[in-house]
């Protein structure tokens, strides 16, 4: 009888434990959530993601910890990501420039369309057209004529093949019909100094990196790859305006993707902190003076959407621009 009581409390005990394990494996999230950035330290998407984490982790209620993982254009972040525990706890901050990528080298071992649920959209940033301060062009007219003038003696840089700044460049070079030469450095940080040493004459650098040299007095800039004007540089045409094409919109964005089979929790707990976070007023002015605009998506299924209409999109724009890896 003893022996019997004894077994019975030894199940009932057994299977409290194993509720409470279960409800704690149901929270998400218990515990800090990593968001890996493709990008280097310092450089415009990092410094976004460094200022967006604090208001993040109070609408979470967890730590939010950023970790760079840089190379070949985001590639080693995504590839990390897609093959990272799908617990909600490893979180990947997509671009466009995994897309890209993609389109350029099919066999990579990650596929921005299935390895990833998208949560929503965080931001978009154009890219800006720049050159050193000391530079002789003025204006994106002195630079076209300089483009015209000299077929294939002038450089510009990248953060490499399939970047924001390598797609920018060779838009704007095929659209006026010139030749120049691709320079691609290991990191978007790299081009700033590449145009103060001289080794490339422009680049088309990202607004969260070209704002603050421009301001800085380091470099100077010609004109922005989005639609309307920026705030943040007045003055400064749009390209489109230049150029009267729509090939010269290229505007940027940053998303959080999950690894696939993440848990729906985690995803629409992801959503929710990540959409009530946009919401301060702090990280919008911190965005905004990054050439930033904030943005959300109507849900992470409208968030899919989007990327997918994105994908068709850039394969239109790399087919038009002539860009090949290799």
């Not at 967890?62 to 985001?74: D, L, R, T, Y």
Request: hydrophobic content about 45%; charged content about 15%; proline content about 7%.
């Amino acid at each position: 009888m003893h022996r019997r009581k004894f077994c019975l409390g030894a199940l009932g005990a057994g299977l409290l434990v194993k509720t409470a394990a279960s409800q704690a494996a149901d929270t998400y999230p218990s515990r800090a959530v990593r968001v890996v950035v493709p990008y280097p330290a310092g450089g415009g998407p990092d410094i976004m993601m460094r200022q967006f984490g604090p208001a993040l982790s109070v609408t979470l209620g967890q730590p939010v910890v950023v970790e760079n993982k840089v190379g070949a254009g985001g590639v080693l972040a995504a590839q990390y990501v897609a093959h990272a525990p799908a617990d909600g706890y490893t979180v990947l901050m997509g671009s466009n420039s995994h897309l890209i990528q993609k389109i350029l080298q099919p066999k990579l071992n990650f596929d921005p369309l299935n390895d990833f649920i998208p949560v929503t959209i965080m931001g978009t940033s154009p890219s800006v057209l720049v050159v050193a301060a000391s530079s002789p062009y003025r204006n994106v007219q002195d630079l076209i004529a300089a483009l015209t003038a000299n077929p294939g003696k002038m450089n510009y840089g990248s953060g490499g093949v399939g970047s924001a700044a390598h797609l920018g460049g060779a838009t704007f070079v095929s659209l006026l019909k010139a030749k120049a030469t691709h320079v691609p450095f290991k990191g978007s940080v790299e081009i700033p100094l590449s145009l103060l040493r001289g080794d490339t004459e422009f680049a088309f650098t990202i607004a969260g990196t070209a704002i603050p040299q421009a301001k800085g007095g380091k470099l100077r800039a010609l004109a922005v790859t989005s639609r309307e004007p920026l705030a943040e540089l007045p003055g400064v045409p749009t390209l489109h305006d230049v150029l009267h094409s729509d090939l010269a919109i290229q505007e940027f964005w940053f998303d959080f993707w999950l690894p696939k089979n993440a848990p729906k929790q985690a995803v629409d707990t992801l959503y929710s902190a990540t959409t009530k976070a946009l919401a301060d007023e702090a990280v919008r002015r911190q965005f905004a003076a990054g050439g930033i605009n904030v943005e959300h998506s109507a849900s992470p299924q409208a968030d899919a959407a989007f990327v997918r209409s994105e994908y068709q999109k850039w394969v239109n724009i790399i087919k038009l621009a002539g860009v090949t890896v290799g």
